[in-house]
């Protein structure tokens, strides 16, 4: 569960939002039925960064990962 900014259409999170985890973690992006699917940046609380496409709640297709450490993979 997170505390969800954005549109929600029959009692599910849809098109842009942001989600503030209860770990300190967010994620700023689009939603489909719920789940973060489209464009999206997941920010961990240890300072590593996801930027890029997401289908079913996993990052999918290109992105960027930047570990902690600042090394990124770009794919």
């Known amino acids: 569960m ?3 900014i ?3 259409v029959k009692d ?3 098109g ?4 503030f985890y209860p770990n300190g973690d967010i994620y700023k992006g689009d939603f489909k039925l719920d789940k973060r699917e489209g464009f999206g940046q997941y920010s961990w609380t240890d ?3 996801y930027e890029g496409n997401w289908k079913n709640n ?3 297709g ?3 990962f930047t570990h902690a450490d600042g090394d990124v993979f770009d794919g």
């Open 47 to 49: 300072g590593k960064k």
């Open 6 to 8: 954005g549109r929600w």
């Open 2 to 4: 997170c505390k969800f």
């Open 62 to 64: 290109k992105g960027k």
């Open 12 to 14: 599910k999170k849809q």
């Open 58 to 60: 996993m990052a999918c």
């Open 16 to 19: 842009p939002g942001e989600c």
